[in-house]
């Protein structure tokens, strides 16, 4: 179990699930505590049960089936409704009955929204916590206050706000944390605020959202003045602009500040975790994410690669594989040798002086004619592999193909593509249906090979982008289409240019296929 001197909460599966387009179902919810406990989070909140049937759900599977070896579940809910006992309110009951050792209680803390959200008075609105924190902590469970809207609150009453959070520790409540509901912080003001909550003697954590672009700044600036409580989402998941993003509070208060919040072998796994809880939400992972981001240590300038080859460190913050991630090396036209030798060197191939000169000149050349390695890993990779080998070698070679695209008479649209090619010897003629044409060359050509090389059944073709690029001196324009392609284990992309898009889209298919049987193990 995680220390207590210090927590990291997560929030993912309530405030992170408020975000536009999310939809958690109970084994998503499920699947992400896991990851979560995975980190090494002190404490997971898993949702409102009784007021929302799935959270409800959620607790009652978590108690069979949920095996948590960091984490202690946390189940959120309101203070008592004004005027009823704690002990009869059916909502503080199914906080109770919930199962989770730790009840998180959302309470008012601006006298402006006791009176108006409320309607009651700000004396009921104290009581309130006080019988509501007793009662729970009576019937055995911990309790943390959430203080809703409290830097507002505290600009509108101080000595109100601060006494609701004193009355929250007298009645038992063991962390108050303070919430920047509205997100409009900035770190100085919000830290003399929490400086202030700090002095009331209560426990104080810090919950604070990204409107202003500093929710992971304004949790650092309320740890510094005292907070030992900080909560937040995975990648920054939550309405708006977001929570603060709960990785990079942590990799920045453990490798930065020396906390020893999560493992540190969990730390070199965040990365991973990180992409896994993206599976799970179906939410496309933001590539610019600090620490776990892809591009978080990808390097593009032609200009510093031949220093990034002589010492690493001089440009990344830390070490990339402190929190799982790897420095890459962007190939684009900017690259000078250097940065393709490094590129080289990084896939596991080493390259003669006269080879990368030769494959500089080759990539500059495909790149002005409208090909991007950046965003084309498999294409680079496979034209650094014809460079060493001096040649070009592939499992099949191409004799021939053709698409047909039909409207029939009751309107629908079908394309039919023939394939001829050769390979292990033989010719081979095949025939694939599609709803487009560049789905019925890809049925194709699988038929043709996956007779010859059953592993392509599990090759799959996830994504299909097309571009224009504009013609420049006198040359007409181009289409660029870029294929990201997967198996079991991971994905790939492949680009394809020319001036006809199923030509293009050809070229990227091609060498999608191409590059799958070799990561299946055949060599061509
Ligand atoms: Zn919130």
Redesign the pocket.
């Known amino acids: 179990m995680a220390d207590d001197g210090f927590h990291v909460y997560d929030?993912t599966l309530r405030?992170g699930a408020?975000q536009e387009g999310l939809n958690l179902t109970v084994a998503d919810k499920l699947a992400i505590a896991r990851h979560l406990d995975g980190l090494g989070v002190g404490f997971i909140e898993g949702g409102w049960p009784g007021a929302n049937p799935k959270d409800t759900e959620f607790f009652r599977r978590a108690q069979t089936e949920l095996d948590l070896k960091h984490a202690q579940l946390a189940a959120f809910g309101a203070t008592r409704r004004a005027g009823v006992k704690a002990a009869d309110d059916p909502l503080v009951a199914a906080l109770r009955e919930s199962g989770a050792p730790v009840v998180t209680l959302v309470a008012k803390s601006h006298d402006r929204h006791v009176e108006l959200a409320l309607r009651t008075t700000l004396e009921e609105n104290l009581a309130m916590i006080r019988d509501t924190v007793s009662h729970l902590r009576a019937e055995g469970q911990r309790v943390f206050l959430?203080a809703?809207h409290f830097f507002d609150g505290y600009k509108s009453n101080p000595a109100y706000a601060l006494e609701v959070l004193r009355t929250a520790a007298e009645a038992g409540a063991s962390v108050i944390a303070l919430?920047?509901?509205n997100?409009g912080m900035l770190p100085d003001e919000l830290a003399d605020v929490v400086d202030e909550a700090v002095g009331t003697g209560a426990r104080i954590g810090i919950?604070?959202?990204d409107d202003t672009g500093c929710a992971v700044a304004n949790t650092l600036a309320a740890v510094r003045a005292g907070a030992t409580h900080v909560?937040g989402c995975a990648n920054g998941y939550?309405?708006r602009s977001g929570?603060a993003n709960l990785f990079t509070v942590v990799a920045n208060l453990q490798l930065k500040k020396g906390f020893d919040l999560v493992p540190q072998e969990s730390l070199r796994d965040m990365t991973r975790i990180a992409h896994a809880i993206t599976e799970v939400t179906n939410v496309t992972p933001n590539s610019h994410q600090p620490y776990v981001g892809t591009s978080a240590f990808a390097h593009k300038a032609g200009l510093h690669a031949s220093a990034i080859k002589v010492d690493p460190n001089l440009y990344q913050h830390i070490d990339p594989a402190d929190v799982g991630n790897d420095m890459r090396m962007l190939v684009s036209d900017m690259a000078g040798r250097a940065s393709v030798e490094l590129k080289g060197r990084e896939l596991g191939y080493r390259l003669a002086g006269d080879q990368s000169r030769q494959l500089v000149e080759r990539v500059k050349e495909l790149e002005s004619r409208g090909h991007t390695f950046e965003a084309a890993d498999a294409s680079f990779e496979l034209l650094l592999r014809d460079t060493v080998a001096g040649e070009r070698k592939r499992h099949f070679s191409v004799e021939s193909w053709r698409v047909i695209v039909e409207r029939r008479p009751a309107g629908d649209v079908v394309s039919e593509a023939t394939v001829k090619l050769h390979a292990k010897g033989e010719r081979i003629v095949a025939t694939g249906e599609g709803n487009g044409p560049v789905n019925a060359l890809d049925k194709a050509v699988r038929l043709a090979l996956e007779q010859l090389y059953p592993e392509l059944a599990a090759v799959q073709l996830i994504d299909f982008k097309v571009r224009i690029l504009e013609g420049t001196l006198g040359t007409d324009a181009v289409t660029r289409v870029l294929i990201t392609s997967s198996d079991a284990t991971g994905d790939w992309a492949t680009v394809g240019v020319d001036e006809n898009i199923i030509e293009a889209s050809w070229q990227a298919l091609e060498q999608a296929v191409t590059y799958g049987l070799l990561r299946a193990g055949h060599s061509a």
Do not use: I
Request: one cysteine or more.
């Open positions: 929030t405030d408020q959430d809703e919430c920047d509901t997100g919950h604070c959202h909560q939550g309405e929570n």
